[in-house]
């Protein structure tokens, strides 16, 4: 498998990311985190489990996994889920609102030049992005390569700058999504071959070898994968964490065509027609339907 995708390999440029699945311990305090924390309303039941999400789009689902241990540090597995907000008050109301539920949560923030990030860990140590993305065309391009950095972001003048009275009270009927989903694997190339060679995401980015950063449709990314806690890791235990990732695609013939490519790749796989499930090579499990 080449490391590149030909045009007709790539993946849709109206690919989005859908919800990501987390197995969970203690249902009753992360869901009191997601819906207190974060400002998300239960909007389905089913499966054993709970969907929480904003204005009835499912974000997250919490899948009770009784029995289950926590992932140790260094194994492959979620780095982070990152929310997406439309504008920068609905963002700050909820940065606000999760500094505000568990100080000891927030772990950094920073201005990535594409976008503002604000970084926290659910009570049961999944990573969670807050982010809003500057306007495309304000992000700048080496090539294929888009750019982006780590600069200061103080949070306490960024709450002074876009907090308002409004945000606050309007948290819940302001829309998010999942912007991208960031993965710990075990090494950087393999996650290249995987994701770019026979996936079909493109490469916007990496940085020293250690992480990857791919998209679709030139977005600066849906997917990261680094080492920085996993570098060497194996397939993963069953675990506390992550369950599954949704990607979701315009069309039936989109599954197809990824169905085809991971044959083609002796990656096992799962086709019902309408979606396609399957595993990378450190055992996060991803799912592809049609919207």
Not at 121 to 133: K, V
Not at 218 to 229: D, K, L, P, R
Request: hydrophobic share 40%; no cysteine; proline share 4%.
């Amino acid at each position: 498998m080449t490391a590149e995708a030909s045009t007709q390999d790539l993946l849709p440029a109206a690919l989005t990311m859908g919800t990501v699945m987390l197995k969970v311990g203690d249902m009753k305090l992360m869901t009191d985190y997601y819906q207190r924390a974060l400002g998300l309303d239960i909007v389905a039941e089913q499966d054993g489990g709970l969907y929480l999400g904003r204005r009835q789009k499912p974000l997250v689902h919490l899948a009770p996994a009784p029995g289950l241990n926590l992932p140790s540090r260094g194994e492959a597995g979620l780095f982070h889920t990152a929310l997406l907000f439309e504008d920068q008050h609905s963002l700050a109301a909820t940065v606000a609102s999760a500094a505000q539920y568990e100080p000891q949560s927030f772990t950094g923030s920073a201005d990535h030049l594409v976008s503002e990030a604000f970084y926290f860990n659910d009570p049961e140590g999944n990573g969670i992005e807050l982010y809003w993305d500057r306007p495309r065309q304000d992000w700048s391009w080496e090539g294929k390569n888009v750019v982006m950095d780590s600069l200061a972001l103080p949070p306490q003048r960024y709450l002074q700058q876009h907090l308002t009275e409004e945000s606050l009270s309007g948290q819940r009927e302001a829309a998010a999504g999942v912007g991208h989903v960031h993965l710990q694997v075990g090494d950087v190339h393999t996650a290249h071959e995987f994701y770019v060679g026979t996936l079909g995401f493109e490469k916007t980015a990496g940085w020293h070898g250690q992480a990857l950063f791919v998209s679709a449709g030139g977005y600066h990314h849906h997917m990261a994968m680094n080492v920085w806690n996993s570098r060497g890791a194996g397939p993963r235990r069953d675990t506390l964490g992550l369950g599954e990732v949704l990607i979701e695609v315009p069309s039936g013939d989109d599954v197809g065509s990824l169905a085809d490519r991971l044959k083609v790749a002796g990656v096992d796989s799962h086709h019902t027609g309408a979606e396609l499930r399957f595993e990378d090579p450190w055992r996060n499990r991803i799912r592809v339907a049609v919207r």
